[in-house]
C-alpha cells in the first residue's frame, strides 16, 4: 500500500483526487494521513467525500475513512466499470473536481460513460464548468479520447443547484506536444449575474473595458433566472490558434465589483504577456493526463506549488518523471520521461 503524508506540499484535497484516480488507474492501494493538513478547516469535506464516493462507485473501490472531517483515508481499488453514473455533490461542492477524480479512469475504460454530477459548477475554490469546457477538454481530445461536457444550470456558492452532463468516449492517451499557443484569434468577457443587483455586473464590465480596451461587443452581461442564484462569477476569455485561457473573479460579499474585475483583469493580463501555452490552472490539470500518456511536453508559466505537489503524488503511482525547466524567454517546460 502507498502512504502518502498528506500535509506535505501543497497539502489540499488535490492530493486526495490524484491519488484516487491513480488508484483505480494502476490498481495500487493507498492511505493518506493527515487530509488537508494545511487548510483552515483540515480533513475532508463535502466535496471531497463525494469525491472519492464517486471513485468508489466507478471502480468498485472499499474506503475507510470516508466521512466530513476525515484526516485519514484508506482507499482499496476493485475494477473500474464503465457505465452511466450519477453523483449530487450537495451544496455547491465543485462538480468539477468531482469529475477530475473519476475522468482519468473513465477515459482508460474499455466502454463509454456518462457521467451527472449536480452541486456547484461556479465557486472560487475549483475551476469553473466554462474552463472545463473550453480550456482543459480540448486538449484531452487532442490525446485521443472524446469527452463531451454541458452545462444544464448554473450553481453558485453557497446555494448549489446546477447541473453537468458529461459523455466520455474512452481511448489511450497518446503523448502530444503542446509548446505554442499561436496567434490570438479573439478575447470576449462576461459578466454572469443571478439573484443579484444588475449593476455589479455593469461596474465589472465597465472595468474590464477600460483596463483591456475590450469592446462593448467583446464585453458584455448575461443574467440567469434568479433561481439559479444568488451568484456573480466574471469570465475573461483569451482564444488562441491551438488553445484557450479562461480566467474568472467571483462575487463575494464585502469585495466591491471594481476589485473582483481587477484582479480578474491582472491575471488576464499576466497571461496574455507571457506566451506560454498553459497557464497555471490548466498546467495543474493537464500534468495527470499527461503522466497517463507517457510522453509529451507543454509550455506553462511559473509552475503552482499545486503542480509540485501533484507531481510529487504522481511518482509516487506512476513510474514516470515529470519535470519543470525553465526556457530563456521566461516560459517553464514541463517534460514527461
Given at each position: 500500500m502507498i502512504i502518502i503524508e498528506g500535509s506535505e506540499g501543497e497539502g489540499g484535497g488535490q492530493v486526495v483526487r490524484n491519488a484516487c484516480a491513480l488508484s483505480l488507474v494502476t490498481g495500487k492501494a493507498v492511505r493518506i494521513e493527515n487530509v488537508r493538513a494545511k487548510r483552515s478547516k483540515p480533513g475532508l469535506m463535502r466535496q471531497h467525500v463525494t469525491a472519492v464516493e464517486a471513485a468508489c462507485v466507478i471502480g468498485n473501490a472499499e474506503c475507510q475513512g470516508l466521512h466530513v472531517g476525515s484526516s485519514v483515508l484508506s482507499f482499496t481499488p476493485g475494477r473500474v466499470a464503465p457505465g452511466e453514473y450519477h453523483f449530487a455533490v450537495g451544496t455547491a461542492g465543485s462538480t468539477g473536481l468531482v469529475l477530475q477524480t473519476v475522468l482519468m479512469p473513465l477515459l482508460l475504460a474499455d466502454a463509454p460513460s456518462r457521467v451527472v454530477l449536480e452541486g456547484g459548477t461556479h465557486n472560487m475554490l475549483a475551476p469553473p464548468f466554462d474552463f472545463i469546457e473550453k480550456c482543459f477538454l480540448p486538449v484531452?481530445?487532442?490525446?485521443?479520447?472524446?469527452?463531451?461536457?454541458?452545462?444544464?444550470?448554473?450553481?453558485?456558492?453557497?446555494?448549489?443547484?446546477?447541473?453537468?452532463?458529461?459523455?466520455?468516449?474512452?481511448?489511450?492517451?497518446?503523448?502530444?506536444?503542446?509548446?505554442?499557443?499561436?496567434?490570438?484569434?479573439?478575447?470576449?468577457?462576461?459578466?454572469?449575474?443571478?439573484g443579484l443587483p444588475f449593476e455589479i455586473a455593469e461596474r465589472e464590465i465597465k472595468m474590464v473595458r477600460r483596463e483591456l480596451g475590450w469592446s462593448d461587443r467583446e464585453a458584455g452581461i448575461r443574467e440567469l433566472p434568479d433561481d439559479q442564484g444568488p451568484g456573480n462569477i466574471l469570465l475573461l476569455e483569451a482564444q488562441?490558434?491551438?488553445?484557450?485561457?479562461?480566467?474568472?473573479?467571483?462575487?463575494?460579499?464585502?469585495?466591491?465589483?471594481?476589485?473582483?474585475?481587477?484582479?480578474?483583469?491582472?491575471?488576464?493580463?499576466?497571461?496574455?504577456?507571457?506566451?506560454?501555452?498553459?497557464?497555471?490552472?490548466?498546467?495543474?490539470?493537464?500534468?495527470?493526463?499527461?503522466?497517463?500518456?507517457?510522453?509529451?511536453?507543454?509550455?506553462?508559466?511559473?509552475?503552482?506549488?499545486?503542480?509540485?505537489?501533484?507531481?510529487?503524488?504522481?511518482?509516487?503511482?506512476?513510474?514516470?518523471?515529470?519535470?519543470?525547466?525553465?526556457?530563456?524567454?521566461?516560459?517553464?517546460?514541463?517534460?514527461?520521461?
Open positions: 484531452i481530445n487532442r490525446m485521443g479520447p472524446t469527452v463531451e461536457a454541458r452545462l444544464v444550470r448554473h450553481g453558485f456558492y453557497p446555494r448549489g443547484g446546477g447541473r453537468i452532463e458529461v459523455d466520455i468516449s474512452p481511448a489511450p492517451l497518446r503523448p502530444i506536444d503542446c509548446l505554442e499557443r499561436g496567434a490570438l484569434i479573439g478575447v470576449s468577457g462576461q459578466a454572469l449575474l443571478a488562441f490558434e491551438h488553445g484557450t485561457e479562461i480566467v474568472s473573479g467571483f462575487g463575494q460579499l464585502g469585495v466591491t465589483a471594481e476589485r473582483v474585475a481587477k484582479k480578474a483583469v491582472g491575471r488576464m493580463l499576466g497571461f496574455l504577456e507571457s506566451k506560454a501555452f498553459a497557464g497555471p490552472y490548466l498546467a495543474d490539470q493537464l500534468l495527470l493526463p499527461f503522466a497517463l500518456a507517457g510522453g509529451g511536453s507543454f509550455t506553462t508559466v511559473k509552475p503552482s506549488q499545486h503542480s509540485l505537489t501533484a507531481i510529487d503524488v504522481i511518482g509516487r503511482f506512476l513510474d514516470r518523471r515529470l519535470a519543470f525547466s525553465q526556457r530563456p524567454s521566461g516560459m517553464h517546460l514541463l517534460t514527461v520521461q
